[in-house]
């Protein structure tokens, strides 16, 4: 009979437990049961109790109750096994997203653009030829993110934020603020298995894993491409954007007609678009 592993996550859950079972000494070993963090996903109190590994993402008592990290350790049996994971975060290639309510992928400057009465062909300009660096810090930006990541990194053993401060400029790591590519979550696995004395993920396994979160790359501005000095994210680049492939000005046209429309759903927004393309 199998161990019961509790996986306690965010979106970077799904990807990693696939990782995880890629390891035969862990699937054979361990039935992983996952439970999604934000949507605050109930665990039944028998699963804690029986419980023979917790891998979770840290989460404060505050706001979290009976979810809270420190609580559902605190109802594990003694010889249960808790290893926490950093919640992986990167702002540095959207430095202007912001985390308003009401609409996906906010960004500061073009919603404060769309605030005033200019027309759609105005907003575009401005945002596209606006010198950003003129309004806003990004090195202060970008170096406190890069603090709050390096405190989440001190509460676990997997190791990331050098990784990525080394390798950004010439290959994507995450596709959005908060969905890293598939070498940082290689990296988390593997950092698991170790701490469980479990042998790395074989490479050969991992050659046809599929990558993580393949409907949406966000977009980067070429300014912060530019800022960066990125091998990638120029004008003429185009990302997958839930079935289209767009540049950067291209995203931002829909990101405007969406918002002058009043319409929320943004993501849904998009799929329509790319819908009406392919018809």
């Not at 509460?155 to 598939?182: A, G, S």
């Not at 046809?208 to 530019?226: C, K, L, Y």
């Given at each position: 009979?199998?161990?019961?592993?509790?996986l306690?996550?965010?979106?970077?859950?799904?990807?990693?437990?696939?990782l995880?079972?890629?390891?035969?000494?862990f699937?054979?070993?361990?039935d992983?049961?996952?439970?999604?963090?934000?949507?605050?996903?109930?665990?039944p109190?028998?699963?804690?109790?029986?419980?023979?590994?917790?891998?979770?993402?840290?989460?404060?008592?505050?706001?979290w109750?009976?979810l809270?990290?420190?609580?559902?350790?605190?109802?594990?049996?003694?010889?249960?096994?808790?290893?926490?994971?950093?919640?992986?975060?990167?702002?540095?290639?959207?430095?202007?997203w912001?985390?308003?309510?009401?609409?996906?992928?906010?960004?500061?400057?073009?919603?404060?653009l769309?605030?005033?009465?200019?027309?759609?062909?105005?907003?575009?300009?401005?945002?596209m030829?606006?010198?950003l660096?003129?309004?806003?810090?990004?090195?202060?930006?970008?170096?406190?993110?890069e603090?709050?990541?390096?405190?989440?990194?001190?509460?676990?053993?997997v190791?990331?934020?050098?990784?990525v401060?080394?390798?950004?400029?010439?290959?994507?790591?995450?596709?959005?603020?908060?969905h890293p590519?598939?070498?940082?979550?290689?990296i988390t696995?593997?950092t698991?298995?170790?701490?469980?004395g479990?042998?790395?993920l074989?490479?050969?396994?991992?050659?046809?894993?599929?990558?993580?979160?393949?409907?949406?790359?966000?977009?980067?501005?070429?300014?912060?491409?530019?800022?960066?000095?990125?091998?990638?994210?120029?004008?003429?680049?185009?990302?997958?954007v839930?079935?289209?492939?767009?540049?950067?000005?291209?995203?931002?046209?829909r990101?405007?007609?969406?918002?002058?429309?009043?319409?929320?759903?943004?993501?849904?927004?998009?799929?329509?678009?790319?819908?009406?393309?392919?018809?």
């Amino acid at each position: 009979m199998k161990k019961i592993c509790i996986l306690h996550a965010n979106c970077q859950g799904e990807p990693l437990e696939e990782l995880l079972l890629l390891s035969e000494e862990f699937s054979s070993t361990y039935d992983i049961h996952q439970f999604t963090n934000y949507t605050r996903d109930h665990i039944p109190a028998e699963l804690i109790a029986a419980c023979d590994l917790f891998i979770y993402q840290p989460l404060p008592a505050e706001n979290w109750a009976e979810l809270a990290s420190d609580k559902i350790i605190s109802r594990l049996k003694s010889k249960a096994r808790a290893i926490a994971f950093p919640s992986m975060f990167f702002k540095h290639y959207w430095p202007l997203w912001s985390n308003v309510r009401g609409f996906n992928y906010r960004d500061i400057f073009l919603d404060s653009l769309l605030d005033r009465d200019l027309s759609e062909s105005q907003v575009l300009h401005l945002f596209m030829n606006t010198r950003l660096t003129n309004i806003y810090d990004f090195k202060e930006i970008m170096d406190s993110s890069e603090q709050i990541e390096r405190d989440k990194e001190q509460q676990t053993p997997v190791r990331y934020v050098d990784w990525v401060l080394e390798n950004y400029r010439q290959k994507p790591v995450f596709k959005t603020i908060n969905h890293p590519n598939t070498e940082l979550l290689i990296i988390t696995a593997n950092t698991l298995l170790e701490e469980l004395g479990m042998d790395r993920l074989p490479e050969n396994k991992l050659e046809n894993f599929p990558p993580p979160f393949p409907e949406f790359e966000q977009p980067i501005h070429p300014q912060v491409a530019e800022y960066l000095g990125l091998e990638f994210g120029g004008p003429e680049q185009r990302y997958h954007v839930y079935g289209a492939e767009l540049t950067f000005e291209e995203y931002v046209m829909r990101y405007i007609k969406c918002r002058r429309n009043n319409i929320e759903d943004f993501i849904g927004f998009l799929m329509a678009a790319a819908r009406m393309e392919k018809a």
